[in-house]
Nanobody, 118 residues
Framework: VQLQASGGGLVQAGDSLRLSCRTS????????MAWFRQAPGKERVFVAI????????SYADSVRGRFTISRDNAKNTVYLQMNSLKPEDTAVYYC????????????WGQGTQVTVSS
């Protein structure tokens, strides 16, 4: 099982980016897909989650209203649309997957760097 994250880059404050995380080797259906991020010198923190059982989403307070998580089952891909980016959004972004809500995330992508300049 592999989770391949992509879409990061260097942007200016106020710009947008869309991250993608493609799953190969198996599908997570319904499953739970999420994005986390880790800024330099800080711990990895939760950003957004998509629950496949009811297509519900949830976000960290710091990104709510600016980021949107979505999933395309046909492409085995989960997305993170990031709008109105801020310098404090700079981090390595990781996608993660699990089968059962409430369990530990067993599968992780390799991370994609997002850098937002002021």
């Amino acid at each position: 099982v592999q989770l391949q994250a992509s879409g990061g880059g260097l942007v200016q404050a106020g710009d947008s980016l869309r991250l993608s995380c493609r799953t190969s080797g198996r599908t997570f259906s319904p499953g739970v897909m999420a994005w986390f991020r880790q800024a330099p010198g800080k711990e990895r923190v939760f950003v957004a989650i998509f629950s496949g059982s009811d297509n519900s989403t949830s976000y960290a307070d710091s990104v709510r209203g600016r980021f949107t998580i979505s999933r395309d089952n046909a492409k085995n891909t989960v997305y993170l649309q990031m709008n109105s980016l801020k310098p404090e959004d700079t981090a390595v972004y990781y996608c993660a997957a699990k089968d059962v809500p409430g369990s530990v995330y067993r599968y992780w992508g390799q991370g994609t760097q997002v850098t937002v300049s002021s």
